[in-house]
């Protein structure tokens, strides 16, 4: 049976959107009587970031607020929504470098707006916006602006680690393959510094955090977000596009270095090893030859295996947070791990 999502986070879903949409109907308003119509873009891209997802992020930053003794949950909301946004941008512009058209069961941007040249650039541009509201939202926290100071410092750094991470993920397709720790260490910069330690650290410095809190907070998001990144890569590649919303094997047609593809070079058979490295990155390759060897080699399991670990080490650090986080974060990695989209 697929996990179903925690509690906090359909509740943070319900509060979130009416904000986001409000957030983005301003937005469009204000650059209505511009002398080119930017109405069709900004529609676009509304209903992109309100088509859906998670929320997770942006229900973790309120977690983080909460985990540091914040009293007043409404500050966190808007910073919230400014991490929901940040993902936006990354996903837009991930999207157009991995040539997706699908995203959350409809159409990227870039393919939205007719998949050519001009609609990719107008694509960069409008989650390039997505990334400057992500700022205003984060310095404009009703909190001390020392508080709001450190956020934000520490934005641009998870910033920087995200796009280290996505640039050697997108060179690492002409590289010599990943080993194991290799892609681990990628996927750290690229996806867990911001999915689950970002949201995490920037609430818990608006509510004025310890650094005891601060540091319990990255040991359950460190290994939690390498896990997420585990289990995507398994839904991307055997999930089905019903439920997860985008095409799978992308990663596989894409020549990406997953876990899943590192661990079956090690373990696949020479004959089954040739086939995956040749089929990698190849748009007419045989995609179910290529799950079948992934399930054949083993790696299916070891990288199954090897999230739950990460799960399990991320769990070691909830002792040290208050008992009502401990426990909706406890239930999150379960859900990491065993979700089905």
């Known amino acids: 049976m697929a996990a179903t999502p925690p509690a906090f986070l359909l509740d943070y879903a319900r509060r979130c959107e009416p904000r986001l949409r409000n957030f983005l109907d301003a937005k469009a308003a204000s650059v209505a009587d511009l002398p080119v119509d930017l109405k069709p873009a900004f529609a676009q891209l509304r209903d992109y970031a309100v088509r859906g997802g998670k929320r997770l992020r942006g229900a973790l930053v309120e977690q983080g607020f909460k985990a540091a003794g914040g009293a007043d949950a409404a500050a966190a909301l808007d910073p919230s929504i400014g991490v929901e946004l940040l993902h ?47 700022w205003e939202l984060v310095l404009a926290a009703p909190v001390e602006p020392e508080k709001a100071l450190k956020a934000a410092q520490l934005l641009a750094a998870s910033l920087q680690d995200v796009t280290v991470g996505q640039t050697l993920d997108v060179l690492a397709t002409k590289a010599p393959p990943l080993d194991p720790k290799g892609v681990l260490e990628v996927q750290r910069l690229k996806t867990g510094s911001y999915t689950f330690e970002l949201p ?16 319990a907070l990255s040991r359950y998001a460190r290994p939690l977000g390498q896990a997420f990144q585990i289990a995507d890569d398994l839904l991307g590649t055997f999930g089905s596009p019903e439920v997860t919303g985008k095409p799978n094997a992308s990663d596989l047609r894409e020549g990406k270095r997953t876990l899943l593809v590192a661990r079956a070079l090690e373990t696949a058979t020479a004959a089954d090893a040739e086939k995956l490295r040749d089929g990698l990155g190849r748009k007419d390759a045989d995609l179910e030859e290529l799950r079948a060897i992934l399930r054949r080699s083993g790696s299916v399991e070891s990288a199954g295996d090897e999230a739950r670990r990460l799960r399990d080490e991320s769990l070691k650090a909830l002792d040290e947070l208050p008992p009502a986080v401990a426990q909706s974060l406890r239930e999150l990695a379960a859900y990491t791990v065993d979700r089905s989209a």
Not at 106 to 127: R, Y
Not at 205 to 214: I, K, N, Q, R
């Open 88 to 134: 936006a941008y990354l996903l837009i512009h991930d999207d157009f470098m991995d040539r997706d058209d699908v995203r959350r069961g409809g159409p990227t941007i870039h393919a939205a707006l007719g998949g050519d040249h001009l609609a990719g650039s107008v694509a960069i541009l409008l989650g390039s916006l997505c990334q400057a509201w992500a």
């Open 200 to 215: 995490l650290r920037l609430g818990a410095l608006l509510a004025g955090s310890s650094p005891e809190v601060l540091d």
